[in-house]
């Protein structure tokens, strides 16, 4: 049996690893349709490192603003401009 402090340090490890591969992908996506999603699947793994590091208050806190909120507004923000990034825009 494994015990529990080893399978918290493994999902903190996890947490981690998906987080900076979900802030790569944001990062380097073209459409940023796509781009915040990756963010806000980012978000949820920083949320899940905060449970695990035992701060219930900051995840209640952290979760409703980073996942659902900041997500909704650059949604909205992106059906007002184009969906795609360019990739010489040019000034003027």
Known sequence: MIPPETLTYLFM????IGSTISVYYAIFE???L???V???IQSTFY???YFLLM???IVLVYLPVAVGLIPGV????????EREE????EIG
């Open 38 to 40: 990756y963010s806000a």
């Open 47 to 49: 949320a899940l490192l």
């Open 86 to 89: 360019r990739e010489n825009a």
């Open 74 to 81: 650059l949604i909205i923000l992106i059906s007002k401009t």
């Open 13 to 16: 490890a996890v947490a981690g």
């Open 34 to 36: 796509k781009a915040v």
């Open 30 to 32: 073209k459409d940023l």
């Open 55 to 57: 701060a219930p208050d």
